[in-house]
């Protein structure tokens, strides 16, 4: 896992862990800008004098702590990249092109612009954006192609910025008279020593696509997290938290956009993402374990992926679907591209087929299109083909992630596929939460008076329903309706109502059922069924103290989609944590500041056209030089594989309930053993359960057990205590007095 942590605050002048004699590393090492691996001492290198501090484990300026130049807590495998007043460390296995750090002036160096992340910007555009940043503008640091996190310091001033998506998140908690952020909450965590916050986590399960109910929490007291298209800026320990998109009017409906121009955009946006990408520089794998030599049957590559090493150079998915296919042809089409550490160009990109050797029925089709594809010439075609060991809930054990997610489930099926990919490796997620229209669309549609483009979604839903077409098109009007004049308050309050009712979601199980129950300000996850009342009625009381606060947006169709791409984007974050490989980096362009934003003005009538999102990828990869598409390309048949899910619930079926004999979570107060033990055994019996609700049941059961046996620290120091999350293990709940 890598991530980045520094703290501000007004304690400085006794010195902070972060310390270097003379001037900052920026201004005294590497003067205007350094990329690490340049002439001049690479990060995390030893300098004459030993770094010093004493506010590490202060809890206020006038603290004892404070005072002691000798006690000292800095991470564990840590490059400063910055030292005092308001240190910044790097941490984890970040690859020298990665990391930059620019300075406005020498002779100033204390003003000065870190960049974590892939970033198209040159060295030339990070200074002239140094500059804007320290007169107080940060929208153009958001601007650049890539995934990135971006850290500027004007003096006395910190500013971290977060992204649109949420894949790259920043928290921060105070500590030590000010404020410490990092872009992990473990980290942070670990510092202040936090408990679990076990509402949070109840929220979590009871409602994953509300923020309303998860507010800017996480899973762990006191570590707060920043919304998405927000900055965090820090003032010598003061703090601030703004957003650095403009704020569209709600009084007056905007004017309809050109549809042209905005595929245009998203075009422009897409490929510059795919070029930032490849124009990075090539990094070769670690190989873990040295090449046993030949083997009867298999290949080199098949020898290598054994292993568990990528190939080097740049590869891609291919299952068949427009997102994964779009960003494989688009790499193996731009010139230079996808090439090695050896050979710049004229190397085939590797493209990935995961094929189900277990469950085979109901993906002919996208396999079939994803041989298609593989037929040009630009790609290597790789087909990673496995059976029982690889379905979902096999191989249970994995590393500790950030946070949970319903990944964890399905990360030893992923990890198989993606240890035959490439050192980079470019993976569709997202495509469908920016692209797409949510369904809650249609309520915008009417508030803006446009009836008449819900013709067709109407229309593609009553072909969808079997036996009750009829009755399709005015049961969704109706829902839509009701949802555009229902306000955000009452929104809020009748979603807190189901629950202290208990009227869970019983899971959707045709695309009507998905659409009408998305058409409401918030609605339960597929897990709430599961929990107690009492944790519902915790969850209840969230929603309801969130119906007194104004929305970001009066609008219900642009508030569920962003809710839902926001935590889309945190569970792709946490799939990255669950299934890395090592010397791999999964890339994610659909999740890009610059995708999101030209996603976004899409006009609404175009996203809710049945299609729409495999026009826009047509229409980019036509502007690419791409038209011969194979027949059914763009069809949406990405429905769960329900017979793979049962199939390994069925396999690992004493395991789990080996798990949930006496859960954590039963512990905490969330659930009844008993109760979720009946499920497990009625979903292997195939009896109808919501398995992406017993998925993210089985995941934060998982998380907790591996966060509670974990006996390390993201933390070292001279004389400092050790630090650890979570020290006095899960809080038990006493039950409510009735």
Do not use: K
């Not at 910190?158 to 410490?180: E, S």
């Amino acid at each position: 896992m890598r991530w980045l942590v520094g703290w501000s605050s007004i304690a400085a002048s006794f010195g902070t862990a972060g310390r270097v004699s003379g001037q900052g590393v920026s201004g005294s090492a590497y003067g205007s800008s350094h990329r690490p691996g340049a002439d001049g001492p690479p990060y995390g290198t030893a300098y004459a004098d030993p770094p010093h501090g004493g506010i590490a484990d202060a809890a206020h300026p006038d603290d004892p702590a404070a005072r002691d130049a000798e006690r000292t807590v800095q991470p564990v495998g840590a490059q400063l990249l910055w030292g005092d007043p308001d240190p910044l460390w790097a941490v984890g296995d970040w690859r020298p092109d990665e990391i930059r750090t620019v300075t406005a002036d020498p002779a100033d160096p204390f003003t000065r612009l870190a960049v974590l992340g892939c970033c198209g910007a040159t060295d030339a555009e990070l200074r002239r954006a140094l500059y804007a940043a320290r007169g107080g503008a940060l929208r153009h640091l958001t601007q650049w192609s890539g995934s990135y996190t971006a850290v500027v310091q004007a003096g006395r001033r910190i500013t971290v910025l977060g992204d649109l998506a949420g894949a790259r998140p920043v928290f921060y908690t105070p500590w030590a008279g000010g404020t410490a952020y990092a872009t992990a909450a473990l980290p942070l965590a670990d510092l202040i020593e936090a408990q679990l916050d076990i509402g949070h986590l109840a929220a979590l399960l009871a409602c994953p696509d509300s923020p309303e109910a998860l507010g800017d929490g996480t899973p762990y007291v006191g570590v707060r997290r920043i919304p998405p298209g927000h900055t965090l800026i820090l003032r010598e320990g003061s703090r601030e938290i703004t957003g650095y998109e403009s704020v569209a009017s709600l009084a007056v409906a905007a004017p309809e956009a050109d549809p042209e121009r905005a595929v245009e955009g998203v075009r422009e946006a897409l490929v510059d993402a795919v070029r930032a990408r490849l124009t990075a520089p090539r990094h070769a794998p670690e190989t873990l374990l040295p090449d046993p030599g030949p083997v009867p049957g298999m290949g080199p590559a098949d020898r290598r992926a054994a292993r568990g090493a990528p190939a080097p150079g740049v590869g891609a998915d291919l299952s068949g679907g427009s997102a994964s296919a779009t960003l494989a042809l688009l790499a193996a089409g731009l010139p230079g591209s996808p090439g090695t550490v050896l050979r710049q160009s004229g190397e085939r990109l590797l493209a990935v087929t995961f094929n189900d050797l277990a469950t085979p029925q109901g993906r002919e089709g996208e396999l079939e299109r994803a041989h298609a594809i593989a037929a040009d010439p630009r790609l290597h075609h790789v087909v990673v083909a496995a059976a029982e060991e690889a379905l979902p809930y096999a191989e249970l054990d994995g590393p500790l992630t950030d946070e949970p997610g319903p990944s964890l489930v399905f990360a030893a099926r992923e990890r198989r596929r993606l240890a035959a990919g490439s050192a980079d490796h470019f993976t569709g997620h997202g495509a469908r939460q920016v692209l797409d229209a949510h369904p809650a669309r249609l309520a915008d549609l009417l508030m803006d008076r446009r009836r008449r483009h819900l013709l067709r979604p109407v229309a593609a839903l009553a072909r969808s329903a079997a036996g009750e077409s009829l009755l399709v098109p005015l049961t969704v009007y109706s829902a839509a309706r009701r949802l555009a004049r229902t306000p955000y308050r009452a929104g809020m309050e009748a979603a807190a109502a189901r629950l202290r009712d208990g009227a869970a979601s019983a899971g959707a199980l045709t695309p009507v059922d998905a659409s009408l129950a998305a058409l409401t300000w918030s609605r339960p996850g597929p897990a709430a069924g599961w929990l107690t009342g009492e944790a519902l009625a915790e969850v209840a009381i969230r929603l309801t103290a969130a119906a007194g606060r104004p929305p970001l947006s009066l609008r219900p169709g642009e508030a569920r989609a962003r809710a839902v791409l926001a935590r889309h984007a945190a569970d792709h974050r946490v799939f990255e944590q669950a299934v890395e490989v090592r010397s791999q980096r999964l890339h994610a362009p659909f999740l890009d500041n610059q995708v999101v934003r030209a996603a976004r003005a899409l006009p609404e009538s175009l996203r809710v056209q049945p299609g729409a999102r495999a026009t826009i990828l047509r229409s980019v990869l036509s502007s690419a030089g791409v038209r011969q598409l194979p027949p059914g390309w763009g069809v949406t048949a990405h429905a769960p594989n329900e017979t793979a899910t049962r199939l390994g619930l069925r396999a690992a079926l004493p395991d789990l309930l080996a798990l949930f004999a006496a859960p954590l979570l039963a512990d905490a107060g969330l659930i009844e053993a008993r109760v979720v033990r009946q499920a497990l055994l009625d979903a292997a019996d195939g009896r109808p359960v919501p398995l992406d609700g017993l998925a993210e049941l089985v995941s934060m059961e998982l998380w907790l057990h591996r966060l509670l046996a974990r006996r390390g620290t993201c933390w070292t120091g001279t004389t400092a205590p050790r630090r650890r999350a979570v020290p006095t293990g899960i809080p038990h709940r006493r039950p409510a007095l009735s």
